[in-house]
Every structure is written in C-alpha cells, then in structure tokens.
T-cell receptor, first 113, second 113 residues
C-alpha cells in the first residue's frame, strides 16, 4: 500500500534557487528516508531521519520531520543542474521485522540552467 | 564500496515465457528486496527475504516467485510472463534488524510482448 505521498509531483526552478519537496504519510513510522533517482537508473539513498528526530542536514540537503502532522520536507539549497532527478520519500513502519520500505510516487525536479 | 548488480539492464520476453531476474550484492547484507516501478504508481514491493531460503510476500506478489539459495543472490521469477508485467524491476539490499538505508541496483527494464 502506498504510504508516502510527495508534493508537488513536478517542480521546475532556476539553477541557484532552493527546491522544497514535501512528503505526507499515514501510519506510525520508525524512520523516513529520501532517495534520488536519475532517469532510468536505480535509487540512491540521500538521508534518513528517525522518528525521534526533527531535523537533519547533509551537505546542501535539509530534512525536517513532523510526526504530529505525519509529514516531512526535503530542502535542496543552491540547486545545480546535476540535481535534476526524481526524489522519493520512503517510510519504514514501526514494529518488529525487517520488511521493505513504502515509497511515495516521487517529485520530478528539473533545474533550469 | 557498496554494490548491487542486476543481470540485465534491458530484457524483452514473450507472453508465457519463464523469466529470471538475478540480483547480487557484495555487502554481506541479510535483507534483499524486489520492487517494481511503474509511471504514476511509484515503487511497489513484490517480495523480500531476510535470510537464506527465507522469503516474505510484499504488496504485489501475484504472478511472481523468488529464490534465495545463497546470501548474496536473490532471484525474481516470472513463471509465465504477461504483458502487465512490463515494468522496471529494482533490487535492493540492507542490513538485518536495521530499517535503514537500502542499496539499489541499476534496475532491469523488462518488456513482455
């Protein structure tokens, strides 16, 4: 079942601007992750934020998590042409076991030079 | 460096054929996953495995089976391929008891005619 839903579905900005993508989910989570996918390729892990964390940084990436609203945002600062890709949020549900992640449908980001 | 490889980047098969998609990881990960990715639907979990000879159904297991005879190898089998199984297939692996980062292969784009 689809858990994470990204918003917007597509985003086009100028190089150098900041890009913000949002993700909403439905059930309790252990952690939330963001992945990037370049056209026709596999996914690459960007960042993981645990349910007891509110904000996390990695280079030009900033992720926030609001468990009360069941939402997360990914901010890419000072965007570059190479950031053009699809971005997915994925949730790992709370509870035992090691089952797979539940992915959203993605935000397609285009950075205009 | 972490590496997940998939046997083919592109594959064309005919309806009714038996299809094997192979995935190999070199990270000694316990967990391995098979997803399919379709436009507008995002990634959906087909099967996963948390140990050799163990398998668990994901969200859309119908029409698929899997095999895990060795820790590093996880195979997805389409017993009798159908046109609605035309898709991008992504394999991933992760550490046991850690709902953390999944490492993805480059994907296999399967077309069933």
């Amino acid at each position: 079942s689809q858990q994470g839903e990204e918003d917007p579905q597509a985003l086009s900005i100028q190089e150098g601007e900041n890009a913000t993508m949002n993700c909403s989910y439905k059930t309790s989570i252990n952690n939330l992750q963001w992945y990037r996918q370049n056209s026709g390729r596999g996914l690459v892990h960007l960042i993981l934020i645990r349910s007891n964390e509110r904000e996390k940084h990695s280079g030009r990436l900033r992720v926030t998590l609001d468990t009360s609203k069941k939402s997360s945002s990914l901010l890419i600062t000072a965007s570059r042409a190479a950031d053009t890709a699809s971005y997915f949020c994925a949730t790992a549900n709370s509870g035992g076991g090691a089952d797979g992640l539940t992915f959203g449908k993605g935000t397609h980001l285009i950075i205009q030079p | 460096d972490v590496k997940v490889t998939q046997s083919s980047r592109y594959l064309v098969k005919r309806t009714g054929e038996k299809v094997f998609l192979e995935c190999v990881q070199d990270m000694d990960h316990e967990n391995m996953f098979w997803y399919r990715q379709d436009p507008g639907l995002g990634l959906r979990l087909i099967y996963f495995s948390y140990d050799v000879k163990m398998k668990e159904k994901g969200d859309i297991p119908e029409g698929y089976s899997v095999s895990r005879e060795k820790k590093e190898r996880f195979s997805l089998i389409l017993e009798s391929a159908s046109t609605n199984q035309t898709s991008m297939y992504l394999c991933a692996s992760s550490l046991q008891r850690e709902r953390g980062t999944q490492y993805f292969g480059p994907g296999t784009r399967l077309t069933v005619l």
